[in-house]
């Protein structure tokens, strides 16, 4: 197993960003989550801006501490990337109206426990559906030829973290949120998880030299989502995308420090589409081909 970039340097700009990149990035989300929740700030405003504030943050941090500097996107990568964004936000943004509308009516008006509490068990109930959404992904080969087309790409970035299916985004993001719902969580719990996990998402994806250390057996950070797309089906378990404390109860964790893939991507690129073919991706999961077998 190839070892990781060595030591981190002592001191410098390079060691303090990567102490510091991510208690900022998770200030922030606290910081203007609490503010949206205390002055009623609407939800479909404040969500978008702490999207483009939080891949612009990353964006920045890749290029000042990244883990490989060949991961940068190309200006052709860039806009295939882009147009995967826009399509996935697009065709998000429709269903999620009828989700939000269902969600609304089961959510209760007020919180039936304080936020401090509330909050937290949202958040373990929302990644394990998202956990068990994810690994049935990879393991039902349907659903692969959907999700497939996340891990075409022989990169991982926060750019193309975008690069979905908009079938494979939708049913995830439902399964999430009527999950929540139906479980009788309040709006503003909703509303507070769905920050941490976009945040926390986007940041495990994203190709920057920060290291969690202890606290990864607890989130997911880069380095276990790097491990989560390694051609090495052995080693690609890492399912959880905000919290690792389902990988550790179903088996799926299998970071040490000091572990990094070989390579990324698919263990078979022949069974998906470029990453550039924007069309044919999306037509991927019905077309008339050899079956795209399941990851593991």
């Known amino acids: 197993m190839r070892q990781g970039t060595g030591d981190t340097p002592p001191a410098g700009p390079k060691y303090f960003l990567r102490r510091t990149g991510y208690p900022i990035l998770m200030l922030s989300l606290v910081s203007v989550t609490t503010a949206a929740l205390y002055y009623g700030w609407d939800p479909t405003q404040v969500g978008p801006l702490c999207l483009v504030g939080t891949i612009s943050y990353l964006a920045l941090l890749e290029r000042l501490i990244p883990h490989q500097s060949g991961w ?43 936020l401090w509490a509330e909050i937290p068990s949202a958040l373990l109930l929302g990644s394990l559906v998202s956990y068990l959404a994810h690994r049935w992904a990879h393991r039902n080969s349907w659903l692969w030829r959907l999700h497939g087309v996340h891990h075409a790409p022989p990169k991982v970035n926060v750019m193309n973290n975008g690069v979905n299916h908009v079938l494979d985004v939708l049913l995830k993001q439902g399964a999430v949120q009527l999950a929540l719902a139906t479980a009788g969580f309040s709006r503003e719990s909703v ?57 550790h109860l179903f088996g799926s964790f299998t970071w040490r420090p000091g572990r990094v893939p070989a390579a990324v991507g698919l263990a078979d690129p022949a069974a998906f589409p470029d990453t550039g073919d924007v069309l044919a991706s999306l037509l991927h999961p019905w077309r008339r081909a050899a079956k795209a077998g399941a990851s593991a």
Request: net charge neutral; glycine share 10%; with cysteine.
């Open 72 to 114: 940068h996107p190309g200006r052709r990568e860039l806009i295939v990337y882009c147009a995967y964004f826009a399509l996935t936000i697009c065709v998000s943004g429709l269903a999620q109206l009828a989700v939000t509308r269902v969600v609304g009516i089961l959510s209760p008006p007020r919180p039936a426990f304080p």
């Open 191 to 247: 509303f507070a998880v769905g920050m941490f996990t976009l945040a926390q998402g986007y940041f495990a994806h994203a190709n920057v030299d920060i290291r969690l250390g202890r606290l990864g057996h607890v989130l997911a950070g880069p380095e276990q989502h790097r491990l989560h797309h390694s051609t090495d089906l052995a080693e690609a378990g890492h399912y959880g995308s905000d919290l690792s404390v389902w990988d």
